[in-house]
């Protein structure tokens, strides 16, 4: 299982703040688990679209699209920052 | 121990400075920045501001900013509290304090700490504004600042 979580602007448009799934086969990193999620069309094919800035991080650390994804992670996407 | 705090309430800046400057008398200078929520932004009025974060990632953050600007800086400590949750225009968001033995380092790593701060800490922006309530955007002279270190 991985927990996705969505954070501020992505959130509100994705119309989820959480979800817990089972990591599907052959996603092994960010770059692939991002189109996995954009494969189920509508909002998310938008939303995480190449081009819009969507940050990610895994475990709490910031991710690149390489970095890699296990079973028992907990990955947020989430917009560019906009605090201070 | 750097003092790295995210709150729904109010700091108190002088009890903070003086918490960081304890009684280490080699301390000779500190320095400190404190935003501030505006009422104009893109010329648009604002009267509420919603800041949330992302709990578990943003302490870890700040803590490593702070840990990069002590390697970068012969700094002795430093505070950093960020507030989240709804504010009004004038309300304190973040408070950066410094401590060094001289000015020069503690001006360069507070604006250092702020700087990455707006570009690599876990928190979001949303105004309330008379069209509505929207989420404010990154801007690039951000990046542009941050990237300067």
Partial sequence: MITLVYLARLRESLGVPSE???LPSG??????LLAWLRARGGAWASELAPGRAVRVAVNFAVAESDTPIRAGDEIALFPPVTGG | MAVVR????????AREIDALRGRDARIGAVAAFVGLVRDVNDAVAVSTLTLEHYPGMTEKALAGIVDE??????IYDATVIHRVGELKPT????????SSAHRGEAFAACE?????????????????TPEGARWVEARASDDEAAARW
């Fill in chain 2, 6 to 13: 995210v709150q729904t309430e109010d700091f108190d800046i």
């Fill in chain 1, 27 to 32: 996603i092994g990193n960010v770059a692939s």
């Fill in chain 2, 91 to 98: 309300d304190p968001i973040v408070l950066v304090a410094v």
């Fill in chain 2, 69 to 74: 600007a002590k390697t970068r800086w012969e």
């Fill in chain 1, 20 to 22: 817990v799934v089972e």
């Fill in chain 2, 112 to 128: 250092f700490i702020m700087d990455y701060l707006k570009t690599r800490a876990p928190f979001w922006k949303k105004e309330q």
